[in-house]
């Protein structure tokens, strides 16, 4: 099956290259993209310098509007795999073939790369796992599936997701509201074990001072996309 991989980048100066021979080590034939999100640092002219296939966002639209150009991207060029892994290099592309395997073995529509499943790598900070714990059990409530690692930006989906995620994807921290949407779509979803690293340099999207904002945003966001997928199926 024509595999993508798409990477959302945003000021990766330090670690965009590394994500790119991390990705070159283990899987040199696969085709992918880097999402640079109007990145105000040098990720553009490194990207230019060394070849690699991006498309440069006029305006930063964050990471939804930069992962689902990587998704229409895909949709338009005919792949039937997209694989997300972010250019921050916490990503080990070497497990790239265990997060596609489902979707190749015809089990799942979409999978996640989760850190808590065997709890190996980089587990992320205390209060940023409480606040996962809680996004997963509101998922859980809105969809009857329970998935730990919610906000994990390492997936991938098959090709019917890529044609919905290129027309209807979360803007504003959309890795939980993805799961729902995957799952107002009657779709399989499943989580497979990985490990993942410490960013190598660089800050995180998701600041503390954010965080009270980001947990309020994505909780009424799950709620509201679940209330409106419901709407749907009674029309229906």
Known sequence: MKALVIIPAYNEQENILYTIQDL???YPQMDRVVINDDSQDH???ILEKFHINHINLPVNLGIGGGVQTGYLYAYENGYDIA???DGDGQHCASEIGKIMQ???DGEADAVIGSRFIIKEGYQSTFFRRMGIRFLSSMIWSCTGKK???VTS?????NRRFIEIFSMEYAQDYPEPEAIVTVSKYNGRIC???VVMRERKSGKSSIQSIQSLYYMIKVSLAIIFRKMNGSKRGEKK
Do not use: M, S
Not at 153 to 157: D, E, I, N, Y
């Open 153 to 157: 930006g390492f997936r991938a989906v």
């Open 191 to 193: 989580e497979i074990p």
């Open 83 to 85: 694989i997300q892994l």
């Open 147 to 149: 998935i730990y690692d």
């Open 102 to 104: 489902p979707i190749l």
């Open 24 to 26: 070159d080590a283990y």
């Open 43 to 45: 990720t553009r002219e």
